[in-house]
């Protein structure tokens, strides 16, 4: 049913997100200890989360059907299946949807627990090589114990209906003067990003307003439904977390145990969130730039001044590109930030923009469009997959509000302003601008009765910076919040500490202290 390949790195898969920075016009992150499982009061429970669509519930909407997953081994120990779910919860004849899964089953069957899912984040990373290559991002405790599940949620990966919405991403990635010199510049990023839009929505049809985190979170509880589980546990990275906060909040009596790592703030508007996150790459590029121009050896190191040779640099890409590999667009700022945007979710990648940027000071853009085609996943034969096209398309649909291109312009400073090395941008992001109004736009977070979520945070991830996931931690009823040290985007598996922390937690349901350090 599915090839399988390589698993992407967990620094490079989780939240790719450039919106409203400028640079990219059309892309833009249980049961308490010792007691039974929580229960929620139908008296304060006031909305079905198999039904509501935003606040309103409808009482008439039918129950949801049985569901079962068709599970078939793809090699000992690994099985895969499809699950087919309503695309509309509240509407049966809509339609369905077909998710692809894949399960590690526990190496220990008399000590299995039960079943844990995982999501990798995006939104739009598929989640089911995470399940084939589980032995390699969890450690022995949880892979003996737990049946280890990832899936491509709706609309990405090998599930269907998938999100379509171009084929080439060079012309909207690749091809922006994102310091627009006139009218005429700044009108073709205007329309770009409705092209864009446009294609997203004449592709992908009605089914569209189906593909929002609410939906995503209601998929989950239909999986644990059909696997016959009361309760489960659940894993998510970077957006994966909003996924996890949203299914804790809809589902909260069938949590058995669940860990945020990576976690976005869920109180942000969208300007909000890209403007957290644009000062989160700024510092992490400045972090990265002092060490250069402190280490002789680093190859960008322009004696002791890497920070001017890459502004003088980014300044010389804008005024005129220079060759990468034949065929492809030259490189100019919008591709070289993605570039530098995808080192920054992990220092372990920083040797490799030194080496890129070196190369870009003497007229060779290959490097800096290597990352950059890393950044969108972009396979070795030449194709796309259609991760950036449901990024968009899920993050809109979360999205109440949409911004004219006036009042997206008008935010153009702020980033400038909050981020100007990463954030240089003369115009809005248009991100959402040309979608239709959501119908389901996310709910409010709040875990109210699922008991202790683990939130990771890492003290210097760019992507889901900290004050974010601080948020997170205290917006949910029981949020208990774990700082990891380090310079890379989600922090398990850092250290021995989150191991142990998380070990804890997910196999013995013993959460950690509040503001636990690792």
Not at 248 to 277: C, H, K, N, W, Y
Not at 397 to 418: G, L, Y
Request: with cysteine; charged share 25%.
């Amino acid at each position: 049913m599915r090839r399988k390949t390589a698993l992407v790195s967990l620094a490079l898969a989780l939240t790719i997100s450039a919106c409203a920075t400028g640079e990219n016009p059309v892309a833009s992150e249980s049961r308490p200890a010792g007691s039974s499982a929580a229960t929620t009061d139908a008296s304060t429970n006031q909305t079905d989360p198999l039904t509501t669509q935003g606040t309103t519930t409808d009482p008439t909407a039918p129950e949801p059907e049985p569901v079962s997953i068709e599970w078939s081994e793809l090699e000992e120990g690994i099985d895969e299946g499809v699950i087919e779910v309503p695309l509309d919860y509240s509407d049966p004849s809509a339609g369905t949807a077909s998710l692809y899964l894949i399960r590690h089953r526990a190496t220990d069957p008399d000590a299995r627990i039960g079943s844990m899912l995982i999501n990798p984040g995006g939104p739009g990373v598929p989640g089911s090589d995470y399940g084939y290559f589980a032995p390699q991002l969890f450690s022995e405790a949880i892979i003996e114990r737990f049946d280890v599940i990832g899936w491509d949620p709706r609309g990405t990966g090998a599930s269907a209906p998938a999100i379509d919405c171009v084929d080439d991403y060079d012309r909207y990635y690749g091809s922006i003067d994102i310091t627009p010199d006139d009218d005429a510049e700044r009108q073709e990023i205007v329309d770009i990003a409705e092209e864009f839009q446009s294609g997203c929505v004449q592709r992908t049809g009605d089914a569209i307003q189906y593909f929002g985190t609410n939906n995503s979170a209601r998929d989950i509880d239909a999986i644990r439904r059909a696997l016959g589980e009361e309760q489960i546990t659940y894993f998510g990275f970077s957006y994966g977390s909003e996924l996890g906060a949203v299914w804790v909040t809809l589902f909260p009596d069938t949590v058995r145990a669940a860990v945020l790592d990576g976690a976005i703030d869920p109180t942000a508007d969208m300007v909000e969130a890209s403007l957290q996150q644009s000062k989160g790459f700024e510092q992490t590029l400045a972090t990265f730039l002092a060490r250069c121009s402190a280490d002789s050896s680093c190859e960008f190191h322009n004696d002791g001044d890497a920070e001017g040779a890459f502004d003088a640099l980014m300044l010389e890409l804008d005024d005129d590109p220079i060759p990468t590999d034949p065929g492809r667009p030259p490189l100019n700022r919008q591709i070289a930030l993605n570039g530098v945007a995808q080192a920054m979710y992990s220092d372990q990648f920083w040797p490799d923009l030194e080496r890129a940027l070196a190369e870009a000071q003497n007229g060779d853009g290959r490097g800096l469009l290597a990352l950059h085609d890393s950044y969108f996943q972009r396979d070795a034969d030449g194709t796309w997959p259609n991760m950036l096209e449901a990024f968009q398309t899920i993050s809109c649909m979360d999205d109440p509000m949409r911004s004219t291109v006036e009042q997206e312009d008008a935010e153009a400073a702020r980033f400038s302003e909050a981020a100007p090395r990463f954030a240089p941008g003369t115009t809005g992001s248009y991100f959402c601008t040309f979608y239709p109004e959501s119908s389901d736009p996310r709910i409010d977070i709040t875990g109210a009765g699922a008991g202790p979520v683990v939130v990771i945070g890492v003290t210097g991830d760019s992507a889901t910076p900290l004050e974010g996931t601080r948020r997170m931690a205290e917006v949910l009823e029981q949020g208990v919040l774990v700082v990891v040290d380090g310079d890379q985007h989600t922090g398990y598996g850092l250290n021995a500490c989150t191991y142990e922390v998380v070990d804890r937690y997910v196999v013995d349901l013993e959460p950690p202290a509040a503001g636990t350090e690792c």
